[in-house]
């Protein structure tokens, strides 16, 4: 059972416990307000209300654990867990797989996985994404177990201290071997388009990057995100005049023969747990396409 617990301390002896939750353990209107329905809520191991006064030493608990559905079939898929705990689960997506069902992928998408996987291992959670990936990028995506440590993790995602890195292979050489991208992207009012550009009229987008190793006729190139617009990667390299190997969208089709998706993973997560609020730092390695083409450059 995942819970929270925490013991008053003088300065809220007298005070609603309500305002508790909300100014100490930051806890949502919201969160609040299930839990209390639900009656999740305890002070000395009795349920209360919201209107609870509260004495210095009083020992609070919040059960997080609740009913929840999801209308997600579950299915038996190959999902590679990084890391795994009371609140979090951390997984390494394979290449071109969906994260979560629509219209044209209703199955084998990574939430179906998942699904099983809560299933299988006897843990009452529903899949709710923390980040995601574009279907062809590989790499590590965080799924909260729970409504405090999805919470918890959007707040941390907009702090200095959430790190999302990724690694490219790019056509050509980088003009600098590091350096940062600040250019804005915007999406093209065109109906049924989901390409972005470059344009003044886009939001403000940062990449940082540097070369990892250099071939004969590309980069491997290392890409920490400041911001997390959609295509951000795929939009700074090919504006820059490097597209990523196998992105047909911003690159070249020919690319098709070579790998059949854009060479671009998610191989590095740098976080703090939601909870314990100590540092998480989660690396993926690179899969097998990746790895094979850049055996080919090398050579």
């Known amino acids: 059972m995942s819970v929270i617990k925490k013991q008053v301390p003088k300065d809220f002896e007298g005070r609603k416990i309500r305002e508790f939750l909300k100014e100490d353990l930051g806890l949502s209107s919201r969160l609040i307000r299930g839990a209390s329905v639900d009656k999740r809520i305890f002070v000395n191991n009795k349920a209360v209300k919201m209107n609870y006064i509260l004495r210095e030493n009083d020992n609070i608990l919040i ?4 009913e929840e559905s999801q209308n997600i079939p579950p299915e038996k898929l190959d999902i ?11 997984v390494n997506k394979r290449p071109n797989m969906v994260v979560h069902p629509t219209k044209r992928h209703q199955s084998g998408t990574l939430a179906n996985g998942l699904m099983y996987y809560f299933q299988e291992t006897n843990q009452k959670c529903i899949v709710r994404l923390v980040s995601r990936l574009d279907m062809d990028t590989s790499g590590l995506i965080i799924i909260a177990k729970n409504q405090y440590a999805h919470m918890e993790l959007s707040k941390e995602m907009k702090s200095d201290n959430f790190q999302k890195r990724y690694l490219a292979i790019v056509h050509g050489h980088m003009e600098k071997l590091e350096g940062t ?17 470059v344009d003044d009229r886009g939001q403000e987008s940062i990449t940082h990057y540097k070369v990892v190793e250099r071939f004969k006729e590309g980069d491997l190139v290392e890409c920490l995100l400041e911001t997390g617009r959609t295509h951000q990667i795929r939009v700074h390299l090919s504006h820059l005049g490097h597209p990523i190997y196998g992105d ?12 059949n998706r854009q060479a671009l993973h998610a191989y590095g997560l740098d976080f703090k747990s939601p909870r314990t609020k100590e540092p ?9 396409d990746m790895e094979k083409l850049i055996e080919k450059m090398r050579k």
């Open 63 to 66: 059960k997080l654990d609740k």
């Open 80 to 90: 590679e867990v990084v890391y795994e705990d009371e609140d979090i689960i951390v």
């Open 181 to 197: 991208i600040n250019l804005p992207i915007y999406r093209p009012e065109e109906e049924g388009t989901i390409k972005r550009v």
């Open 248 to 259: 047909i969208l911003y690159g070249y089709e020919e690319d098709i023969e070579i790998i």
């Open 280 to 288: 998480l730092s989660l690396r993926a390695k690179l899969p097998e």
